[in-house]
Every structure is written in C-alpha cells, then in structure tokens.
C-alpha cells in the first residue's frame, strides 16, 4: 500500500503532540527506521497505489523518496540526543511537526496527479512553518512569516501553471486524467502557448520553494532560525521536493517537444541562482544561513534537467 509511506508519520505524528518529551524521541526515531524500511520496500515491490488516480510509483519520485527516508533517518538519530541538550519550549510540539513534515515530504514523491501534487507542496509549508518558530523569538517570528509569505505567493503561482496546463489540455481537446504520467503520454496534443506559460509559472511557483534566485530571499533567515534538525532538513530534502515538480513539469516539456524552450529557462534560473553565491557566503556570519549555499548542487542540476528529462529518467 503506498499510501502507507505517508500516512504512517501522518498518524505518528499526531500522536506525538500527546506524548511525554522521552517517549517522543523514541517515537520520533522508531517512526524514522520504519520509513526507511518501508521506502525500501517500495523500491523494491513497486506495489500499485489504492488511490491510483491520485498516487503512483515512479522512479524519479521513488528516488527522492529514499534521500527523504534515509536523511530523515540519520536526522531523528542526532535529535535524540539533540533535544537532550537543548531546550525547546514545547518539545513534543516540535516532535510533533518534524513527523508530519515528513508525511508531506513524502506525500509529494508518491503523488502523480497534478492538483494533489500542489496540495502536498502547500502542505510541507504549513508542516515546516512552526519548526522555524520554534525558539520562539521575535527573530524566528520574522522568519516564519518571511517563509510561509514567500512560499504561499509562489505556491499560488505554481497553482495558476497548473490551471495553464489543464487549459492547455481543453483547447487541444485532450480528454486525460491530470496525472503527470497521464499528460506525459499526450503531451503532443496539448496546446503550446498554453503550456509554455503553465510551465513558466510552475517554473517560478515551485522555484521559490526551491529558493532559486530571486525568489530565495526567505532561506537564510530560516536556516538561521530553525533548530538543527530542521534546518538540515530544509536544506537537504524539501528543495528536492519542489525540484520534483519542476522535473515532472519539464518532461512534459520535453514530451511535446519544447524542450529547447523549457531548457533555455531552466539554465538561465540555474545560473542566475548558482553564480551569486559563494561571495554571498563570505557575509555570513551564521553558519547555518551557509547551509543552503551548498545546496546549490540541486540549482546546478537544473541544467541537466533537459537532458535527463528526455531520456525519461527510467530509473533501476
């Protein structure tokens, strides 16, 4: 059952927020190591969805799925005895919330159709926004409105591509379901302006999330402010995930043969974000507002994106 891979730090999480501070850690991890080995056992099996019109397993979902899994892992590993030495306000809350942040993390890997995409990345924003306020200073504060108004405006744009995209697909008299795979596989029919322009606002919409240049103006300020555990989360899983709509989104491209055009964009956006930012790092003084500087790896693979976008990313 795929669903399972959310829905069990779904449940998890819910009920860590009624839990004492030592049983949560516990749960906290144990909830990581069952994540892990149920990712691993969809990498393996590829079971069909019971809401298939709504969830699939496909390769480039299932490997974000596994470094969502596997960092996770290793990440509630070290808040064990992270939250030992801190002290946060309301541990069980942030326990709480670094669970369900990871059943919206994982709900965006499994999800294929378009809309339930979109619903998955506007819940990662609202799954994330208290772990940045979670020392509960007027700095924190100013970080978590400057991220969940920033990631909402760009949410909003990347809602507006996807209804380019079904426009796209009435006047080309398309009659699919608004599956990625689905639109993939008529691609052809679709209308290209249309289409050109849901892609650039997806392109922009999921690009803030990702903190692509000019739209990255959010990401120091809550690395900075979100405890360790989150942060590292922030800089190592959640720009995967709004990576992934944007690569789902260019395969289409790629499929009705604007390749060359999403390309094109896809480099300038790429370079735009990756050549600011080393001398923008020597002005930190925060190391952790450094952390997603060296996350550009996933800004600079925005310009091999075409290419592997056509080959289909078959996978293993």
Same mark, same amino acid.
């Given at each position: 059952?795929?669903?399972?891979? *959310?829905?069990?730090?779904?449940?998890?999480?819910?009920?860590?927020?009624?839990?004492?501070?030592?049983?949560?850690? !516990?749960?906290?991890? =144990?909830?990581?190591?069952?994540?892990?080995?149920?990712?691993?056992?969809?990498?393996?099996?590829?079971?069909?969805?019971?809401f298939n019109r709504y969830f699939a397993v496909t390769?480039?979902?299932?490997?974000?799925?596994?470094?969502?899994?596997?960092?996770?892992?290793?990440?509630?590993?070290?808040?064990?005895?992270?939250?030992?030495? $801190?002290?946060?306000?309301?541990?069980?809350?942030?326990?709480?919330?670094?669970?369900?942040?990871?059943?919206?993390?994982?709900? &965006?890997?499994?999800?294929?159709?378009?809309?339930?995409? !979109?619903?998955?990345?506007?819940?990662?924003?609202?799954?994330?926004?208290?772990?940045?306020?979670?020392?509960?200073?007027?700095? $924190?504060?100013?970080?978590?409105?400057?991220? &969940?108004?920033?990631? /909402?405006?760009?949410?909003?744009?990347?809602?507006?591509?996807?209804?380019?995209?079904?426009?796209?697909?009435?006047?080309? $008299?398309?009659?699919?379901?608004?599956?990625?795979?689905s639109i993939t596989g008529v691609a052809g029919k679709?209308?290209?302006?249309?289409?050109?322009? =849901?892609?650039?606002?997806?392109?922009?919409?999921?690009?803030?999330?990702?903190?692509?240049?000019?739209?990255?103006? !959010?990401?120091?300020?809550?690395? $900075?402010?979100?405890?360790?555990?989150?942060?590292?989360? *922030? /800089?190592? &899983?959640?720009?995967?995930?709004?990576?992934?709509?944007? *690569?789902?989104?260019?395969?289409?491209?790629?499929?009705?043969?604007?390749?060359?055009?999403?390309?094109?964009?896809?480099?300038?956006?790429?370079?735009?974000s990756i050549l600011p930012r080393p001398p923008l790092?020597?002005?930190?003084?925060?190391?952790?507002?450094? !952390?997603?500087?060296?996350?550009?790896?996933?800004?600079?693979?925005?310009?091999?994106?075409?290419?592997?976008?056509?080959?289909?990313?078959?996978?293993?």
């Amino acid at each position: 059952m795929v669903e399972l891979i *959310f829905l069990i730090p779904l449940v998890t999480g819910i009920l860590a927020f009624f839990l004492p501070k030592s049983p949560g850690r !516990w749960l906290l991890m =144990g909830t990581g190591a069952l994540h892990l080995a149920w990712s691993l056992f969809l990498w393996t099996s590829r079971p069909e969805a019971v809401f298939n019109r709504y969830f699939a397993v496909t390769p480039e979902g299932l490997l974000s799925l596994l470094v969502i899994s596997f960092l996770f892992f290793l990440i509630s590993v070290y808040a064990t005895a992270y939250l030992k030495e $801190s002290e946060i306000q309301a541990e069980n809350v942030f326990t709480g919330f670094m669970l369900l942040f990871l059943a919206t993390m994982s709900m &965006v890997t499994v999800s294929d159709h378009i809309m339930v995409f !979109w619903i998955a990345i506007e819940a990662t924003t609202l799954a994330s926004a208290p772990l940045i306020y979670t020392h509960r200073s007027s700095a $924190s504060l100013e970080a978590t409105w400057k991220y &969940v108004l920033i990631c /909402s405006v760009g949410i909003a744009m990347a809602l507006l591509g996807s209804v380019l995209i079904t426009l796209s697909m009435d006047i080309g $008299s398309v009659n699919a379901a608004l599956s990625f795979s689905s639109i993939t596989g008529v691609a052809g029919k679709l209308d290209p302006f249309w289409l050109k322009a =849901g892609f650039i606002f997806i392109l922009v919409g999921y690009g803030t999330k990702m903190g692509l240049a000019p739209m990255h103006t !959010w990401l120091p300020d809550a690395h $900075s402010e979100a405890p360790s555990p989150a942060s590292a989360l *922030f /800089s190592g &899983v959640l720009l995967n995930c709004a990576y992934l709509g944007i *690569f789902k989104t260019n395969k289409i491209m790629h499929a009705a043969g604007l390749g060359d055009f999403s390309g094109t964009i896809l480099m300038v956006f790429g370079l735009m974000s990756i050549l600011p930012r080393p001398p923008l790092s020597l002005n930190r003084t925060n190391t952790k507002e450094c !952390w997603p500087i060296p996350a550009s790896r996933i800004w600079a693979s925005l310009l091999s994106a075409p290419a592997s976008a056509e080959s289909g990313c078959t996978g293993p």
